[in-house]
Nanobody, 128 residues
Framework: EVQLVESGGGSVQAGGSLRLSCVVS??????????MAWFRQGSGSRREGIAS???????NYADSVKGRFTISRDNAKNSLFLLMNNLKPEDSDMYYC????????????????????WGHGTQVTASS
């Protein structure tokens, strides 16, 4: 069974930083051609794709986080990371990692329906 487990969320003051981690276990597919991404969602709102990275090294960010967030992965540790700097109150949401046995789109973060596997989320709160 494929499992994705996020960690690293918490509460910070606006302007602060957090580093989210996502560990993948039970992956039955080849490690080549894997798309991984971070999404966020508040109550009553749609799930927003904020960053993606695939095995070909293609990285995409949502405009709302460009220049502040950095996505990275460690294939040897089956892990995905999201470094979030200069957090703003509007960044407060539940953050989810997701994975799919395929490459990501070339020019944007994938739509949620494009990814087959999801974690349960970690809460991020930035207060002013």
């Amino acid at each position: 069974e494929v499992q994705l487990v996020e960690s690293g969320g918490g509460s910070v003051q606006a302007g602060g930083s957090l580093r989210l981690s996502c560990v993948v276990s039970g992956w039955p597919y080849s490690t080549s051609g894997v798309c991984m991404a971070w999404f966020r969602q508040g109550s009553g709102s749609r799930r927003e794709g904020i960053a993606s990275i695939d095995s070909a090294g293609r990285i995409n960010y949502a405009d709302s986080v460009k220049g502040r967030f950095t996505i990275s992965r460690d294939n040897a540790k089956n892990s995905l990371f999201l470094l979030m700097n200069n957090l703003k109150p509007e960044d407060s949401d539940m953050y989810y990692c997701a994975a799919n046995p395929d490459v990501c789109g070339a020019d944007r973060v994938p739509y949620p329906a494009s990814l087959a596997y999801w974690g349960h989320g970690t809460q991020v709160t930035a207060s002013s």
